[in-house]
Structure formats: C-alpha cells, structure tokens
C-alpha cells in the first residue's frame, strides 16, 4: 500500500518566519514528489516538485528530499498571510500515478 | 493556455439519484484523472486514462460509478445511484506525461452535495 503521511495540523507561523511542512511516504518507489497548495474551496496548485536527494530552490519555497528516511519537506520563507492554506504532498509512481497526503493546515499570522 | 474545464461547478441531488460530471483537460493533455476529494482530506484517485485507455481505476466502486473518455479528449464521471457518502469534490486533473514524470493541473471541481 503507498501510503503518504502528512500532519495535519494547523501549523501556526508569524508573519516573515519560516514554515517547515513535513511529509514521509511508505513505498520506496516512488519516482518524484509533488507539492500543492490548496486554498480552501479551490482545488490545488502546483507549488514544485523534486526527485533527486537533497535540496531544490524555487522562490521563496524550497523541497527537501532524503530517500533514505523516506521523508519529504517544504520551506518558506518569510511566510506572508497570503500563504495560509492547506499544503498537500503527493509521490508519483509508475504510470505517473498520484498518491497524496491529506494535507497540513498552515496559518501564517500577521 | 486554456486550464482544465468542468462542469457543473455545484450539484445538489437527493440519494439514489444519478449525477454525471464532464471534463475537458488541458489541449494535448494524454493524461487524465477524476479524483475524489472529501472534506479535510487529500484527493483521492478514481480512475486514470492514458489517451482514451484506462490505467487505474482500482479505487473507482465499479457498482455505482462509472467513466468513459471519448476520443482521448473529453471525459464523463457518473455516478448511479448516489449514496450520502458521495458527498464530495469531484476534481478533474489532466498531465501531458505519456509514461514519464508529468505535472497535474487541476480544474476547479465539481462540489456535490447528496441529500
């Protein structure tokens, strides 16, 4: 079973900090990992994906990722309002087949 | 470029009636999926077509639901009959992947409401 695992919050941040959102996957093989960002009563965005080990730097938003713990991230920095929103992990596998977490609730206060 | 096309935006409809979802993906788009999104968790894969073949559709309950995508373009999700627990967003998501690593773009759902 390709389970993926995310909590789910709400991560409370103050404005101009940096959130960490976390997520670990149970089947090694996956190919890549997705995250979306999902305001609430829109359907998701993409933010970034990553596949290879280490760091991957778009903006203010970096994903980390260690295939040995099997453990996934996403950074932001200096977190705006604009930011809350619910934050969904996904692993791709063959075929190009999504399997997604339920998401972590981030709330950035002003 | 236009985005991925659904309709209807809202539907309301009371248990044991039938509901039919069309989506129309993103041009040249092979890729397309109908997910299942209930409140306060993540999407959840129904079915998956390549072109106009299925390639998942493992957790779509075949005794109720059932979809097509004519030509490999356009697509249908139907559901008969309806049961409470269908109350969800019905989201649509195309890829241009054709085998290899490709990134979903969403519509903007289908939110039903079974009374």
């Known amino acids: 079973q390709k389970e993926v695992e995310q909590n789910s919050g709400p991560l409370s941040v103050p404005e101009g900090a940096i959130a960490s959102l976390n997520c670990t996957y149970s089947d090694r093989g996956s190919q890549s990992f997705f995250w979306y960002r999902q305001y609430s009563g829109k359907s998701p965005e993409l933010i970034m994906f990553i596949y290879s080990n280490g760091d991957k730097e778009d903006g203010r938003f970096t994903a980390q990722l260690n295939k040995a713990s099997q453990y996934v991230s996403l950074l932001i920095r200096d977190s705006q309002p604009s930011d809350s929103a619910t934050y969904l992990c996904?692993?791709?596998?063959?075929?190009?087949?999504?399997?997604f977490g339920s998401g972590t609730k981030l709330n950035v206060k002003p | 470029e236009a985005g991925v096309a659904q309709s209807p935006r809202y539907k309301i409809i009371e248990k044991r009636q039938s509901v039919a979802f069309w989506c129309n993906p993103i041009?040249?788009?092979?890729?397309l999926y109908w997910y299942q999104q209930i409140l306060g968790q993540g999407p959840k894969l129904l079915i998956q077509f390549q072109n106009n073949g299925v390639v998942d559709d493992s957790q779509l309950p075949k005794d109720r639901f059932s979809a097509e995508r004519l030509k490999g373009v356009d697509s249908t999700l139907k559901i008969q009959p309806a049961k409470l627990e269908d109350s969800a967003v019905y989201l649509c998501a195309s890829s241009l992947a054709r085998g290899g690593i490709g990134t979903q773009y969403f519509g903007p759902g289908t939110r039903l409401l079974v009374l």
């Open positions: 041009s040249g788009h092979a890729t």
């Open positions: 996904a692993a791709v596998y063959n075929f190009n087949k999504f399997y």
